[in-house]
């Protein structure tokens, strides 16, 4: 690669010229020998690729995260009704055994306190 293409390749991706320029080292081996500029590219363009897929993994792991407290919210709502369902139950019981004992004393005459 001449050294005309390696200034095109760096115009044409701005992100690889900013990684190149933080490693000296490597910006030296290109000013020597233009034509690493392409493999140092390929070296790049994967470590890109490996950091969208790293954070399309996280941002998965986000939602899901999100997912789970959801449900556990939803499953702590159900617990608190279901209580709520078992105290007007008992208290539905109680009152029919208190309608229940008051019939009977006014059949029989005795009060019900």
């Given at each position: 690669m001449s050294r005309k293409q390696a200034k095109r390749l760096l115009k044409a991706n701005p992100g690889f010229e900013a990684w190149l320029k933080e490693k000296p080292e490597e910006v030296t081996k290109v000013r020597e020998n233009p034509t690493v500029i392409q493999g140092m590219f390929e070296q790049w363009k994967k470590q890109q690729t490996q950091k969208e897929q790293l954070e399309r993994i996280e941002a998965s792991y986000r939602h899901m995260i999100n997912q789970?407290?959801?449900?556990?919210?939803l499953l702590q709502?159900?617990?608190?009704?279901?209580?709520?369902?078992?105290?007007?139950?008992?208290?539905?019981?109680?009152?029919k055994l208190y309608q229940t004992m008051l019939l009977s004393s006014r059949k029989s005459g005795k009060k019900v306190v």
């Open positions: 789970f407290n959801e449900l556990n919210t709502r159900a617990d608190q009704i279901a209580g709520n369902v078992k105290a007007i139950n008992k208290n539905i019981k109680a009152s």
